[in-house]
């Protein structure tokens, strides 16, 4: 069984620039959620994933947007970035209609600068 | 609004200790609480998830128990391994985000 995976591990931008963030969801799992974690907090939902259509948004801006692919993997686009994007940007993916369980991969540590 | 508070926001243990950790819910409607262990700029690593008040589920040295407004996190016997972030969340119906709590950060030392 293929864990969730995420790439790139670490990324450095600059203010105004754009970023994509990508994640692999474990294996028999159709649902990818994406969350926000800045140092020393939980994570915040940002948004989710289920057959190639967002169904759930957090309180995020537009400029936060996502896709989804039949392999059921998915990307994390932000536009216009802003100092405050500094985070571990996680993705998590289960089963929907199972047990719900919810399983995270290692993030993507992006610093905006 | 659907919250969840974490108690106390950092623990040190001497090695063998045995100690509590708090989550306090309020949720209109819980779907499940989990818990989960974080290692510094890692992602969260899934421990358990409870569904009902009553429910207990155990793993190694951690025990996890779920009432109507908190769940608690026992720790019996900690060893060094065992320091991390402990992460509480709560699902909320319609789409299933979780809602976590900002953590306790466990610190065991020998």
């Known amino acids: 069984e293929t864990g969730v995976t995420q790439s790139p591990t670490h990324l450095i931008k600059t203010r105004g620039q754009q970023v994509t963030l990508r994640c692999s969801s474990q294996?028999?799992?159709?649902?990818v959620s994406w969350y926000q974690q800045a140092l020393g907090q939980g994570p915040q939902f940002i948004f989710q994933?289920?057959?190639?259509?967002?169904?759930g948004r957090g309180n995020f801006p537009p400029r936060f947007s996502g896709l989804q692919f039949p392999n059921y993997s998915s990307e994390l686009n932000v536009n216009a970035l802003e100092l405050d994007d500094s985070a571990l940007y996680l993705c998590?993916?289960?089963?929907?209609?199972?047990?719900?369980?919810?399983?995270f991969g290692p993030g993507t540590r992006l610093t905006v600068l | 609004e659907d919250q969840v508070t974490q108690s106390p926001e950092a623990l040190r243990l001497q090695e063998g200790e045995s100690s509590s950790l708090n989550c306090s819910y309020t949720v209109s409607g819980l779907r499940g609480l989990f818990w989960y262990r974080q290692d510094p700029g890692k992602g969260p690593e899934f421990l358990f998830t409870?569904?009902?008040a009553g429910e207990e589920k155990e793993k190694e040295r951690l025990k996890a128990t779920l009432t109507k407004k908190e769940s608690f996190l026992h720790i019996t016997a900690p060893k060094p391994e065992d320091s991390a972030t402990y992460l509480c969340a709560v699902q909320a119906p319609g789409y299933n985000k979780l809602i976590f709590g900002a953590g306790t950060r466990l610190a065991v030392h020998p």
């Open positions: 294996s028999g799992h159709n649902t």
């Open positions: 994933y289920y057959r190639e259509e967002e169904n």
């Open positions: 409870l569904y009902s």
């Open positions: 998590a993916s289960y089963l929907a209609g199972g047990n719900n369980e919810q399983f």
